[in-house]
């Protein structure tokens, strides 16, 4: 089955404001990661957080991690028009750096 | 240092022919991952790959797909008699021998249209 599932979720935001997005999974994991993708362009590595981390937080982005509830959540704060892109989390469910995707969350920024 | 590079960029195809996608690693990365991306998607694995070695290819199709990664020279990934299922965007990673969680480079794909 496919890990790293997040509902598939488009958000429009003002510059300036918070974007929050999230994600669950399957089965249990090591570390979960989020990735960010300009459109028509490859993805990149946001931020990791290992399996005994509830929250992590990396410049503006801030992960969150409930086990418990096999989900994550991705906030960034302050959003500026560069964040327009798509975020996706994976899993490395096969092991081996070998991710699952999920379907990713759209999130334009207005100016 | 240059990234993960990709040709070509856009690749057009009829319904028959062949496609070839080529990977050229992180100079220092001597493990492949292949991934397709179909519209509206997140990222499928396909096949992991080390110099000469396919480590793991079960997210590959299992007719008309192979992958190599030879001694010398970039990745491959071959779809022959290509449908129009094909159409996707497919992006290799790459990383290094001691990579750990997260220290994958992607590149920046290759679309693929099948007429």
């Known amino acids: 089955s496919q890990q790293g599932e997040e509902d598939p979720q488009a958000l429009s935001i003002q510059e300036g404001e918070n974007a929050t997005m999230n994600c669950s999974y399957k089965t249990s994991i090591n570390n979960l990661q989020w990735y960010r993708q300009n459109s028509g362009r490859g993805l990149v590595h946001l931020i990791l957080?290992?399996?005994?981390?509830r929250e992590k937080h990396s410049g503006r982005l801030r992960v969150t991690l409930d086990t418990s509830k096999k989900s994550s959540s991705l906030l960034i704060t302050a959003s500026r028009a560069a964040d327009t892109a798509s975020y996706f989390c994976?899993?490395?469910?096969?092991?081996?750096?070998?991710?699952?995707f999920g379907k990713g969350n759209q999130v334009v920024v207005i100016p | 240092n240059a990234g993960v590079m990709q040709n070509p960029r856009h690749l057009v195809r009829r319904r028959g022919q062949e496609a070839r996608l080529r990977c050229s690693p992180m100079?220092?990365?001597?493990?492949v991952y292949w991934y397709r991306q179909l519209p509206e998607e997140g990222l499928k694995f396909m096949v992991y790959?080390?110099?000469?070695?396919?480590?793991?290819e079960s997210g590959m199709p299992k007719e008309r797909f192979s992958a190599e990664f030879p001694k010398e020279g970039p990745s491959i990934l071959r779809i022959q008699q290509v449908v129009r299922g094909d159409s996707a965007a497919y992006f290799c990673?790459?990383?290094?021998?001691?990579?750990?969680?997260?220290?994958?480079?992607f590149g920046d794909g290759t679309r693929l249209s099948i007429l």
């Open positions: 990673a790459s990383s290094p021998p001691s990579g750990g969680p997260g220290a994958q480079h």
């Open positions: 790959l080390q110099k000469e070695n396919i480590i793991d």
């Open positions: 994976a899993t490395d469910y096969y092991g081996n750096n070998r991710l699952a």
């Open positions: 100079k220092g990365h001597s493990h």
């Open positions: 957080i290992r399996s005994n981390e």
